[in-house]
């Protein structure tokens, strides 16, 4: 993997780590990847998490590293309750390349819907593609858009989820 790649996917981690420690006032922490022994360790004097370099192109993987590492921290009940529900996903979308039913299933078993965002250009959301605070939704994970008719745009879809 390129080094320009793997920068990538380290800032792209990095922004929605950052994203959920703001929208929860958490504590923002810190993500490098390392050859290393186990798949993490945290690092608390650096406010650092190390993940194995195994877990680079898995960005669910490695986002449920993060929140495990997250809920270990001396934080009230209700934020580890609402982070534990992101892990569990995270955990989920981190086993396969698509969304499959089954997955699918077991989001809406969370507390997840599927739901119709709309046919814009604003409401566009890919496959897989996690988005926070998207159209009234806390988080937002693309499923996949419908062809509507012949010369209309896209309908986008997602399973979401509102913490309140």
Do not use: W
Request: hydrophobic share 40%.
């Amino acid at each position: 993997m390129t080094s320009n790649i793997q920068f990538e996917l380290v800032s792209k981690l990095q922004e929605t780590i950052n994203a959920i420690c703001t929208k929860f006032q958490i504590k923002s922490i810190d993500v490098q990847y390392k050859s290393m022994e186990g798949q993490s360790k945290y690092l608390v004097q650096e406010n650092l998490i190390l993940i194995c370099k195994d877990y680079l192109e898995n960005f669910y993987s490695s986002l449920h590293i993060v929140m495990e590492q997250l809920i270990k921290r001396d934080i009230d009940e209700d934020l580890k309750a609402k982070l534990g529900v992101l892990s569990i996903a995270f955990n989920f979308l981190g086993k396969k390349k698509l969304i499959t039913p089954d997955i699918k299933e077991n989001l809406i078993n969370l507390g997840f819907r599927e739901v119709n965002i709309g046919h814009k250009e604003i409401h566009k959301i890919n496959s897989k593609e996690l988005k926070l605070d998207f159209f009234g939704y806390d988080i937002a994970i693309g499923i996949y858009a419908r062809y509507i008719s012949y010369g209309c745009n896209r309908l986008y879809r997602a399973i979401v989820y509102n913490f309140n």
